[in-house]
Nanobody
Framework: QVQLVESGGGLVQAGGSLRLSCLAS????????MGWFRQAPGKEREFVAA????????LYADSVKGRFTVARDNTKNSVYLQMNSLKPEDTALYYC?????????????????????WGQGTQVTVSS
């Protein structure tokens, strides 16, 4: 049974930082492309970042480029999202997602339907 468990969310002031973690089990982690998505109240779930199976290729939404960094540790079955210079508009429930992937990324990995497995989410709230 595949499980993705996110952690690290919380309340932070604008300009601050948070590091989200996602621990995966029940799958061969090193073969998965891992993604982060977020959903704010009343809005669609949107792509944030993705990292290919080796960790050497990443993809970001324009809204977070230069502020967020995605990384993975295949020895720990974990993927991380370092979020710096947080803004109130970053407030959302953040989800980790996974699907079997390759060593490269294309724009299909920005789409929710590309992913097979999802976590329950961790809340990030940024106060102004």
């Amino acid at each position: 049974q595949v499980q993705l468990v996110e952690s690290g969310g919380g309340l932070v002031q604008a300009g601050g930082s948070l590091r989200l973690s996602c621990l995966a089990s029940g799958l061969t982690f090193s073969t998965q492309t891992m993604g982060w998505f977020r959903q704010a109240p009343g809005k669609e779930r949107e792509f944030v970042a993705a990292v290919a199976r080796s960790g050497s290729t990443t993809l970001y939404a324009d809204s977070v480029k230069g502020r967020f960094t995605v990384a993975r540790d295949n020895t720990k079955n974990s993927v991380y999202l370092q979020m710096n210079s947080l803004k109130p508009e970053d407030t959302a429930l953040y989800y980790c997602a996974a699907a079997p992937g390759e060593y490269f990324l294309d724009t299909s990995w920005t789409m929710r339907g590309r992913y097979d497995y999802w976590g329950q989410g961790t809340q990030v709230t940024v106060s102004s």
